[in-house]
């Protein structure tokens, strides 16, 4: 099977020691969970296990994982990196403006510096100082990027703000496309990447989400334009995180990574729609889900050319 610029075969993971749900986010994430436990430690360790075992899972399928120990108490969503950096073919980095306070710390000068010891990075555009100016841009979390026709789907929300969206998409060569979706009681969709996943020969989309008719027409016409098969999650599965997936490239091919949850809430016509061109990874990540987001917002995919030809690494953790 083709390689694919949409499926990277890398990922930075981060491994928390003291995860716990954000409740300086549980404002605007409808799909955060109270923790169930009043055991912060018991949480924290079932949270350590679940990414370690992701890592693992990743790993005999052929995907490098760099995976990091996070050890700091005041960065409870660290285990999602993808909202606060972004690579690109070409050598190109991005660091975003995160909107909560809590989360702007989760920022680390030591994954930047293993991605240009181990990648060719030409430049890294940092956002982050659109903080003071409270404009903000969650990322792959805010946004969904379809690299093969360069366009970058968004959810308004108050975590993608225009003006740091067209920063991005003129930097980066991308097209915005924006649009609202809100759930069941009319709240907007804090990210992008909750709502919809887009993989090379397919995508799939809450479309339920999105009132406005003739948007939905222009995102399926977009969404389908090179030929992608579009799969419509209805709002149970997005709830089940089924939006919340994303496309690497494995040893042997490619792979869709997912939650356990999300991958139990497929219908056997969408399994079979995913399974022509990708191999359906369910990854068992409860303690995470808690905190309102799942597989896709935990791995950061490395979209750049690694500095070790790519049949040396052969999967292996750095």
Request: proline share 5%.
């Given at each position: 099977m083709r390689m694919s610029i949409q499926a990277p075969s890398a990922v930075v993971l981060i491994r928390p020691s003291r995860f716990t749900p954000n409740p300086a986010t549980a404002t605007d994430n409808t799909f955060?969970?109270?923790a169930p436990t009043a055991d912060a430690e018991a949480i924290a360790r079932a949270a350590w296990k679940e990414v370690t075992e992701v890592a693992s899972a990743l790993e005999r399928h052929g995907v490098r994982v760099h995976l990091f120990d996070d050890e700091r108490e005041d960065r409870a969503d660290a285990v999602f990196p993808n909202n606060w950096f972004s690579t690109h073919s070409g050598g190109h980095v991005a660091v975003y403006p995160m909107q909560s306070p809590s989360r702007r710390g989760?920022?680390?000068?030591?994954i930047l510096e293993m991605l240009k010891r181990e990648y060719?990075?030409?430049?890294v555009i940092d956002y982050s100082g659109l903080e003071y100016d409270d404009v903000f841009l969650e990322g792959t979390g805010a946004m969904v990027l379809d690299h093969l026709s360069r366009i970058a789907y968004t959810v308004r929300s108050n975590r993608a703000d225009p003006i740091a969206l067209e920063r991005f998409c003129t930097n980066f060569g991308y097209e915005p496309m924006v649009f609202d979706a809100?759930?069941?009681?009319?709240?907007?969709?804090?990210?992008s990447?909750?709502?919809?996943c887009v993989a090379t020969d397919f995508a799939m989309i809450g479309l339920g989400f999105i009132a406005d008719a003739a948007r939905r027409d222009q995102l399926l016409e977009r969404?389908?334009?090179?030929?992608?098969d579009v799969i419509e999650l209805s709002r149970s599965q997005i709830r089940e995180f089924a939006g919340n997936a994303i496309e690497l490239q494995g040893r042997d091919g490619r792979i869709l990574a997912?939650?356990?949850?999300?991958?139990?809430?497929l219908t056997d016509e969408q399994r079979a729609v995913i399974e022509k061109s990708c191999q359906i990874v369910p990854l068992g990540v409860p303690t995470i889900e808690l905190a309102g987001g799942s597989v896709?917002?935990?791995l950061a995919g490395i979209h750049l050319d690694p500095r070790t030809p790519i049949s040396t690494i052969n999967g292996v953790r750095s």
């Amino acid at each position: 099977m083709r390689m694919s610029i949409q499926a990277p075969s890398a990922v930075v993971l981060i491994r928390p020691s003291r995860f716990t749900p954000n409740p300086a986010t549980a404002t605007d994430n409808t799909f955060q969970k109270p923790a169930p436990t009043a055991d912060a430690e018991a949480i924290a360790r079932a949270a350590w296990k679940e990414v370690t075992e992701v890592a693992s899972a990743l790993e005999r399928h052929g995907v490098r994982v760099h995976l990091f120990d996070d050890e700091r108490e005041d960065r409870a969503d660290a285990v999602f990196p993808n909202n606060w950096f972004s690579t690109h073919s070409g050598g190109h980095v991005a660091v975003y403006p995160m909107q909560s306070p809590s989360r702007r710390g989760e920022r680390r000068e030591d994954i930047l510096e293993m991605l240009k010891r181990e990648y060719r990075v030409q430049d890294v555009i940092d956002y982050s100082g659109l903080e003071y100016d409270d404009v903000f841009l969650e990322g792959t979390g805010a946004m969904v990027l379809d690299h093969l026709s360069r366009i970058a789907y968004t959810v308004r929300s108050n975590r993608a703000d225009p003006i740091a969206l067209e920063r991005f998409c003129t930097n980066f060569g991308y097209e915005p496309m924006v649009f609202d979706a809100v759930d069941e009681a009319g709240y907007p969709i804090y990210h992008s990447n909750v709502l919809m996943c887009v993989a090379t020969d397919f995508a799939m989309i809450g479309l339920g989400f999105i009132a406005d008719a003739a948007r939905r027409d222009q995102l399926l016409e977009r969404l389908t334009a090179h030929g992608r098969d579009v799969i419509e999650l209805s709002r149970s599965q997005i709830r089940e995180f089924a939006g919340n997936a994303i496309e690497l490239q494995g040893r042997d091919g490619r792979i869709l990574a997912m939650s356990a949850r999300a991958a139990a809430s497929l219908t056997d016509e969408q399994r079979a729609v995913i399974e022509k061109s990708c191999q359906i990874v369910p990854l068992g990540v409860p303690t995470i889900e808690l905190a309102g987001g799942s597989v896709r917002c935990m791995l950061a995919g490395i979209h750049l050319d690694p500095r070790t030809p790519i049949s040396t690494i052969n999967g292996v953790r750095s």
